[in-house]
Nanobody, 121 residues
Framework: VQLQESGPGLVKPSQTLSLTCTISGCSITTNSYYWTWFRQPPGKGLEWIGYIAYSGSTYYSSSLKSRTSISRDTSNNQFSLQLSSVTPEDTAVYYC??????????????WGQGTLVTVSS
């Protein structure tokens, strides 16, 4: 399976950040897979943003929940992240990943290469 993030690399403050993750080699509706977004600000650790499950249900980080929406396009085998009202503190490398609940420890067993999003006017 391969994951590929895409989207603008520069977003202005107060606007909405939108990224898409395209999945190849696996169906987004396959049972037990959770399609996940993470981010890593410069010089900081990895932060979990949320996921959309194979069923279509979603779950978000409590700290970002009010600004986050994750959706999917099953016909194109993609899922997307929208983060509203961004500030420079949302500048980060954003990653999509697959959580595999069939695996031992529910491993994150596939990752995109990451895409840098800078929030700046």
């Amino acid at each position: 399976v391969q994951l590929q993030e895409s989207g603008p690399g520069l977003v202005k403050p107060s606007q909405t950040l939108s990224l898409t993750c395209t999945i190849s080699g696996c169906s987004i509706t396959t049972n037990s897979y959770y399609w996940t977004w993470f981010r890593q600000p410069p010089g900081k650790g990895l932060e979990w943003i949320g996921y959309i499950a194979y069923s279509g249900s979603t779950y978000y980080s409590s700290s970002l929940k009010s600004r986050t929406s994750i959706s999917r396009d099953t016909s194109n085998n993609q899922f997307s992240l929208q983060l509203s009202s961004v500030t420079p503190e949302d500048t980060a490398v954003y990653y999509c990943a697959r959580r595999n609940d069939r695996s031992l420890g529910n491993a994150l067993d596939a990752w995109g290469q990451g895409t840098l999003v800078t929030v700046s006017s």
